[in-house]
């Protein structure tokens, strides 16, 4: 099964990433995720969701040659290519507005989630950065780990 993500540029963290786990928990038998290629927020935590899980990721871009409808004719691409559509909204983006009025058009099965844009006044989602947020010792610190050394 195909999940198509789209959502608000505005949600860039974590919280994003749980839903689509628990979105593809849902349905059980999600082999790739489809979004766009070019937008941040919500698609590029879907990009790296899809890279860290495993799961195939399918790509689209906009094309110069639907000049003024290119936005449109992305969406419709990712959302004739998936099974199923998850998006994201920060209740006001006009974007991921279009897309779920896009889904309906299309007939697709969807979820629509609404929560409150990322805090951008901080470098990070959750915990701390460990190169900015400890003293540096004698030897250096790195963000580098792997989480698996721990388990």
């Known amino acids: 099964m195909k999940l198509g993500v789209f959502g608000s540029r505005t949600i ?3 919280r994003a990433a749980l839903i689509i786990a628990e979105t593809i928990q849902q349905l ?3 082999t790739h995720i489809v979004t766009t ?3 941040r927020g919500v698609c590029e935590v879907a ?3 899809a890279k860290e899980q495993h799961l195939i990721l399918e790509l689209h871009f906009l094309n110069f040659a639907h000049a003024g409808g290119m936005f449109e004719h992305r969406s419709d691409q990712v959302i004739k290519s998936s099974d199923y559509i998850l ?3 920060d209740g006001v983006s006009h974007g991921t507005a279009n897309e779920l009025e896009r889904t309906k058009k299309f007939c697709k099965p969807y ?3 609404v929560i409150e844009p990322t805090n951008l006044s ?3 989602d959750i915990g701390f950065n460990i190169k900015n947020d400890l003293k540096q010792t004698s030897s250096p ?3 580098d780990f792997n989480i698996n050394d721990f388990i």
């Open 12 to 14: 860039c963290d974590v």
């Open 87 to 89: 998006l994201i909204h």
């Open 141 to 143: 610190v790195t963000d």
């Open 37 to 39: 290629q070019e937008p």
């Open 28 to 30: 059980n038998n999600v």
């Open 111 to 113: 979820c629509y989630k």
């Open 122 to 124: 901080f470098d990070r």
């Open 47 to 49: 990009q790296r969701f």
